[in-house]
Nanobody
Framework: QVQVVESGGGLVQPGGSLRLSCAAS????????MEWYRQGPGKQRELVAA???????NYADSVKGRFTISRDNAKKMVYLQMDSLKPEDTDVYYC????????????????WGQGTQVTVSS
């Protein structure tokens, strides 16, 4: 009913930048939170950045001042601008969209994308 697709990952040198994009589509009635998570091998998935519908933002301490989350409600998209990348930012990045469908307007559910690999290495 709801599809979430990330794009923009890749290989970048330390100190470089990448911009991730995430598009939500399908039978969407309303979107609340739009979030980015990341997960490495053997690690728990961690919240990187979040942006509720009111436009406020929340960042993990490890990315504050380097990453910026933004969203385009009309296009149902969320972005993650990643600057000053470090090798420890290497992970699979996942987009999460908290949405209600047209069939279930009062119920908000998390929808996940398949993830996009970000590798920071020289």
């Amino acid at each position: 009913q709801v599809q979430v697709v990330e794009s923009g990952g890749g290989l970048v040198q330390p100190g470089g930048s990448l911009r991730l994009s995430c598009a939500a589509s399908g039978s969407i009635f309303s979107i609340n939170d739009m979030e980015w998570y990341r997960q490495g091998p053997g690690k728990q998935r961690e919240l990187v950045a979040a942006m509720p519908r009111d436009g406020s933002t929340n960042y993990a301490d490890s990315v504050k001042g380097r990453f910026t989350i933004s969203r385009d409600n009309a296009k149902k998209m969320v972005y993650l601008q990643m600057d000053s990348l470090k090798p420890e930012d290497t992970d699979v990045y996942y987009c999460n969209v908290v949405a209600a469908t047209t069939q279930s307007r009062g119920r908000y559910t998390k929808y996940w994308g398949q993830g996009t690999q970000v590798t920071v290495s020289s």
